[in-house]
């Protein structure tokens, strides 16, 4: 069995999560698109972006250029482990972005979630983000309540957006969702994490690769190679 990540084109995300993740939307760009193949078959994407905040970076001291966001792992039926698709992925955003310091997720326990793969792959949990909403529209598209509002549009990364008025859509309340974190700098996390005792001292910087993912990304940018 072959395992292939290569960039892949708008419309191999769009079908990918679509067809294979439960949100059936694509986040607001711009965007990081990271295709997936097995056997040379195309089986979904990994995508980083900025996520829906502005201020992802706040409170950890970094700019927009610092931090992103995983945002979808979209995939179909598969044989390699998550935790190996997503670290390769990881470092190929690293790669192609030297400057960031830290990658932020998030697990919903609202679908079931836990952060599995990344407990597995030796991310630094956060604890639990304050409850939320979540609105959707007569077609099921989900939507962040930082993507809504009463008149329709919406400003995110100082670009106005033409987006469904509150009122036209479908009300949910969520849980909180689970929030980790992935250093890809020694010098911010031992600052952050290490000094500030921020994180366990027991996840040390040497523990970063993780006993169960050969493949992760390490902190030691050096070595940070795909």
Not at 5 to 26: E, F, G, Q, R, T
Request: proline fraction near 5%; charged fraction near 25%; glycine fraction near 6%.
């Amino acid at each position: 069995m072959s395992l292939r990540l290569d960039w892949c084109s708008h419309d191999a995300v769009v079908y990918a999560c679509k067809n294979w993740h439960y949100s059936k939307s694509i986040p607001v760009p711009p965007l990081v698109k990271i295709g997936v193949w097995e056997n040379e078959k195309y089986i979904g994407c990994v995508l980083f972006s900025r996520g829906a905040s502005s201020n992802i970076g706040k409170p950890y001291k970094l700019n927009q250029t610092e931090i992103c966001e995983l945002t979808r792992v979209a995939l179909n039926s598969h044989d390699s482990e998550v935790t190996r698709i997503v670290a390769i992925a990881m470092k190929m955003m690293f790669k192609q972005n030297p400057k960031l310091k830290l990658i932020v997720s998030y697990a919903d326990p609202n679908q079931g979630h836990e952060g599995t793969i990344y407990k597995a792959g030796n991310w630094i949990y956060q604890g639990k983000t304050k409850p939320t909403k979540k609105y959707i529209d007569k077609n099921g598209r989900e939507y962040h309540s930082r993507q809504v509002s009463k008149t329709g549009i919406t400003t995110q990364f100082g670009n106005k957006r033409m987006m469904p008025k509150i009122d036209d859509l479908e009300v949910i309340h969520e849980l909180p969702k689970h929030k980790f974190i992935y250093p890809l700098d020694k010098d911010w996390y031992n600052q952050y994490c290490v000094s500030s005792e921020k994180v366990s001292r027991s996840t040390s910087v040497e523990n970063r690769r993780g006993s169960t993912d050969p493949d992760a990304p390490t902190i030691d940018n050096k070595r940070n190679e795909c």
